[in-house]
């Protein structure tokens, strides 16, 4: 079983639970008549490589930080987004093991405006993918796939089209490899929306991604070691001066 299997199966696990203590009508009925999202994607994309903050938790002063520091969105890891989000004006990619229509749900309730699929996690389950493309698009959520092969942009684009890709540079438990993001650009149709997340930490890697045509980098925990302002200059350089 691969790691990715785990999590598949701690997901449903955990789902099964929330389902029980909130059937899904009461989820469908709670989204009736929410505000418009922010939209992830056009947030996050401009004139040069923008910057999303991984976050686990809705923390006021952590949030106002990331705005402060001039932060493009926020990504947020596990299998519910925590509440307290619709707070802020960044807009918010919930970066889970999303398998079910319920979890897009509990996302949209919890203030995401954006959501990662794995491709991966639907390698059996085609139709499932395509399921979960369409459920997310009626509530409104952009559509983000995460890809680490070729095969899986392939499938991607003949199952979804989707107008975003999050390529993931971790390799396994053997660190990064940002050569990973430039080698599977290459499988990407101009015009789609990239993210690279994983080993960006300097500003040639991002002048390197720029260059390559990735439109944001998600940032990890790493980036409070200097503090959130430092460590966006640096990785701006002299961009923002």
Do not use: C
């Amino acid at each position: 079983m691969t790691s990715l299997d785990r999590m598949i199966s701690s997901s449903r696990r955990a789902l099964e639970q929330r389902r029980d203590a909130r059937p899904l009508a009461q989820l469908e009925q709670a989204v009736t008549g929410m505000e418009p999202i922010r939209p992830f994607t056009e947030g996050v994309v401009g004139e040069e490589i923008s910057f999303v903050l991984r976050v686990s938790a809705a923390e006021p002063a952590l949030i106002e930080a990331a705005e402060a520091a001039g932060a493009a969105g926020l990504a947020v890891p596990g299998d519910a987004v925590p509440g307290g989000l619709d707070t802020t004006w960044l807009p918010v990619l919930h970066k889970g093991v999303l398998i079910d229509p319920y979890q897009l749900y509990e996302s949209r309730l919890s203030g995401a405006d954006g959501v990662v699929l794995i491709a991966a996690a639907f390698d059996d389950d085609e139709d499932g993918f395509v399921r979960m493309q369409s459920v997310a698009g009626e509530l409104g959520l952009d559509v983000v796939v995460e890809v680490a092969e070729e095969e899986e942009i392939e499938v991607a684009l003949e199952l979804l089209d989707p107008d975003s890709f999050l390529v993931e540079n971790r390799l396994g438990d053997k660190g990064f490899d940002l050569e990973r993001t430039f080698s599977l650009l290459e499988e990407v149709p101009a015009g789609k929306v990239v993210l690279s997340e994983g080993g960006i930490r300097t500003r040639d890697q991002v002048l390197a991604l720029e260059r390559a045509g990735v439109d944001a980098a998600i940032l990890g925990d790493w980036v409070h070691e200097l503090g959130l302002h430092a460590t966006f200059e640096i990785l701006h350089g002299d961009s923002r001066e």
